[in-house]
């Protein structure tokens, strides 16, 4: 499958922000998708992630209560959203596919080629 990340760009902080990644075929049931961020010189960063048949959701420490993880199963479309950007949510956001409920990247299969979000403060 294969994956389209969209949404991002320059924000200032304290603004909202929903990124969208758009799957190309059907996502399977038993899949879970992820969304992860990278800052240039650091390693990739686990941020939320959704299992695709029960909803099941689970956040990083530093994203529980700002950013949420849904699903629309109809446009098989993943979403993160969040109403209170900071500078230090500068990053690349990837989305991810795989069939591990995981928080490791290197256990996802299918990767999107990432969008850039810009916090200034």
């Known amino acids: 499958v294969q994956l389209q990340a969209s949404g991002g760009g320059l924000q200032q902080a304290g603004d909202s922000l929903r990124l969208s990644c758009a799957a190309s075929s059907r996502i399977y049931s038993s899949y879970v998708m992820s969304w992860f961020r990278q800052v240039p010189g650091k390693e990739r960063e686990f941020v939320a992630l959704i299992r695709w048949n029960t909803g099941r959701t689970f956040y990083a420490d530093s994203a529980k209560g700002r950013f949420s993880i849904s699903r629309d199963s109809a446009t098989n479309t993943v979403f993160l959203e969040t109403d209170s950007l900071k500078p230090e949510d500068t990053a690349v956001y990837y989305c991810?596919?795989?069939?591990?409920?995981?928080?490791?990247?290197?256990?996802?299969?299918?990767w999107g080629r990432g969008t850039l979000v810009t916090v200034s403060s």
């Open positions: 991810a596919a795989g069939v591990q409920f995981t928080t490791v990247a290197q256990e996802y299969t299918f």
